[in-house]
């Protein structure tokens, strides 16, 4: 006697993972809505096992993780991930894929061919618009009619399953396409004369810029956020989401391709584009949230052709320095650089940053996803340890690579200058913007990070001037990094209790995005990090001369500018 089972809705799961063009590449993996060509309405999931093709708008369409792995010689892909709030396809396919093995089995028929028949394939339709078919390749099958005989007995006569194993001929591509029920069947070529009926649109909501923290998803990770201390390397390590500049990320997005990563002078950005591609930030889900999309692959995209991997090595050198621990990983894994690969940047277990391909990249689970913290005052928000108490009021001093607007009780004043027995002058600044490369003393009403709120913005007014313009000029000097002043600390005079600038004898260097004076000339009154030059020479915040600027702040002309 036959093994009778009921088999769900096999076609309805093989709906959307849409992407591609034979001309253009796939749309990176991420939250789709997606959308017919033909009929012009959208995928919307119901359950489980169940969902069509009716909904009217966009906004009431189904959001859709898609995901694929590596693509082929042709730019084509397999699906690995399509699911939405309340269904998830792939999961679904492997149930009925299950089912119908197990009847085979029990008829002792062959189920070799249901891997490949299970298998979603994201083609590119080769149009402008980026349109994809969604196909299955179904292998010769000898004695098929016998077996699909039985599957059909076994699907208790569910019209989807009906559909889409009478309508199957082995040896053939089958177009996943939709019916004048807005239910979807497969056909072996286009059902209408211009073929739209079989091709898809996957549409995605733009992300948004701005100044965040950059963390990662995994909950039991001992260093989350991302943040760069150290000149010549970007690394994760223990920072708080509160009051550390150092991971402070300037983000700008164009779609979901990244234009500017930018954290304490470097952008990561260049990299990409130095090695042919593009840096992208991809929706994604976590293991904790299967449905909701709020941690983000990241990822450099390498081109089509013509990739040279010991170059892509030499540029992340370049861009990130030769210490680099990211630039070290696309090093140790430079077989993961070829044509076509996706280089996922991951967090490690031992801590820091490593890489991942397509192969890969799964088994890192939430490592390999990341979450962005907007900067703003509802919720995160970037505030400098006040440490220093005098005349009960707190101190400390600031020093960061991007201008600042004063949200919480917080007064900023320059230091003209220094007496003999560190007693510091201090004129309070006008307005509550502090510019970018100004070193600045903060007086606090307490130590609460909550009171102290500062507030990254853009480095340009309203008006379109740079805040830099007409920084108020002050005695001290600043570093972003914990390594980038001398050893030597006998000339710098730090802020210490009771309001007093004197030599920190038991420090071998300033902590990153701090202030201090210098003991050789007590009273006098310098530009930050240099003096100015009047040749046309450009020069980082430090006095170095450059060569080759990226996006950042530096000194012409003596005066600060944004390139």
């Known amino acids: 006697m036959k093994k009778i089972i009921t088999l769900t809705l096999l076609a309805v799961a093989m709906l959307t993972a849409m992407s591609a063009s034979a001309i253009t590449p796939l749309p990176d993996q991420g939250v789709y809505r997606i959308q017919n060509v033909y009929s012009g309405t959208w995928v919307k999931l119901q359950h489980n096992y169940l969902a069509d093709i009716t909904a009217p708008t966009y906004e009431e369409a189904s959001p859709l993780l898609v995901w694929y792995g590596e693509r082929d010689e042709n730019g084509e892909a397999l699906l690995t991930n399509l699911s939405g709030d309340g269904g998830d396809m792939i999961e679904t396919l492997e149930f009925i894929?299950?089912?119908?093995?197990?009847?085979?089995e029990y008829n002792n028929k062959p189920t070799w061919f249901l891997e490949q028949m299970f298998q979603l394939h994201l083609v590119p339709t080769g149009d402008a618009d980026g349109s994809v078919f969604l196909c299955v390749d179904v292998p010769p099958i000898d004695d098929w009619e016998e077996i699909r005989d039985i599957i059909l007995e076994a699907a208790g006569g569910q019209t989807a399953v009906t559909y889409y194993i009478?309508?199957?001929?082995?040896?053939?591509?089958?177009?996943?396409?939709?019916?004048?029920?807005?239910?979807?069947?497969?056909?072996?070529?286009?059902?209408?004369?211009?073929?739209?009926?079989?091709?898809?649109?996957?549409?995605?909501?733009?992300?948004?810029?701005?100044?965040?923290?950059?963390?990662?998803?995994?909950?039991?990770?001992?260093?989350?956020?991302?943040?760069?201390?150290?000149?010549?390397?970007?690394?994760?390590?223990?920072?708080?989401?509160?009051?550390?500049?150092?991971?402070?990320?300037?983000?700008?997005?164009n779609d979901i391709k990244v234009t500017r990563?930018?954290?304490?002078?470097?952008?990561?950005?260049?990299?990409?584009?130095?090695?042919?591609?593009?840096?992208?930030?991809?929706?994604t889900n976590t293991e904790a949230s299967k449905f909701v999309y709020d941690a983000y692959a990241l990822k450099l995209q390498l081109p089509d052709e013509g990739v040279d991997a010991a170059a892509v090595v030499a540029a992340a050198k370049t861009a990130l320095g030769e210490d680099s621990e990211i630039a070290a990983a696309l090093e140790s894994h430079i077989d993961l650089i070829k044509d076509r690969a996706a280089i996922y940047f991951v967090h490690s277990d031992q801590g820091g940053v490593t890489v991942a391909g397509d192969a890969n990249y799964a088994a890192y689970g939430d490592n390999a996803k990341w979450k962005l913290e907007m900067i703003d005052t509802d919720a995160n928000y970037f505030a400098p340890a006040a440490t220093v108490e005098a005349n009960g009021k707190y101190y400390t001093t600031f020093y960061a690579a991007f201008p600042v607007s004063i949200v919480g009780n917080v007064a900023p004043y320059i230091v003209t200058a220094v007496a003999e027995d560190g007693t510091p002058t201090l004129e309070a600044m006008e307005g509550n913007i502090i510019a970018a490369g100004t070193p600045v003393v903060l007086e606090c009403a307490s130590n609460d990070d909550a009171s102290n709120m500062l507030m990254p913005i853009a480095a340009v007014d309203p008006q379109g001037i740079p805040y830099l313009e007409n920084a108020p000029k002050s005695m001290l000097k600043g570093t972003?990094?914990?390594?980038?002043?001398?050893?030597?600390?006998?000339?710098?005079?730090?802020?210490?209790?009771?309001?007093?600038?004197?030599?920190?004898?038991?420090?071998?260097?300033?902590?990153?995005?701090?202030?201090?004076?210098?003991?050789?000339?007590?009273?006098?009154?310098?530009?930050?990090?240099?003096?100015?030059?009047?040749?046309?020479?450009?020069?980082?915040?430090?006095g170095r001369k450059v060569t080759s600027p990226t996006h950042g702040i530096y000194i012409k002309y003596g005066k600060k500018v944004v390139l």
């Open 166 to 253: 009478s309508h199957m001929v082995p040896g053939n591509r089958h177009y996943m396409g939709i019916d004048y029920d807005g239910s979807f069947g497969y056909r072996l070529q286009a059902g209408t004369p211009e073929g739209t009926d079989i091709k898809f649109l996957m549409v995605r909501e733009d992300l948004e810029g701005g100044y965040c923290f950059v963390k990662t998803a995994s909950a039991t990770a001992e260093a989350p956020y991302l943040r760069r201390v150290h000149e010549k390397s970007s690394t994760v390590d223990l920072a708080s989401p509160h009051n550390d500049a150092s991971a402070v990320f300037d983000l700008a997005v």
């Open 97 to 104: 894929k299950g089912l119908i093995e197990e009847t085979l």
């Open 480 to 542: 972003l990094f914990d390594d980038n002043t001398p050893n030597d600390m006998s000339t710098m005079l730090t802020l210490q209790e009771g309001l007093m600038f004197a030599v920190d004898a038991e420090s071998d260097f300033m902590p990153a995005n701090k202030a201090w004076a210098d003991k050789t000339v007590p009273t006098a009154i310098s530009t930050v990090g240099t003096d100015a030059q009047a040749d046309d020479a450009i020069y980082d915040l430090m």
């Open 261 to 283: 990563l930018a954290v304490q002078g470097l952008d990561l950005a260049p990299l990409a584009q130095a090695a042919g591609g593009y840096l992208a930030l991809c929706p």
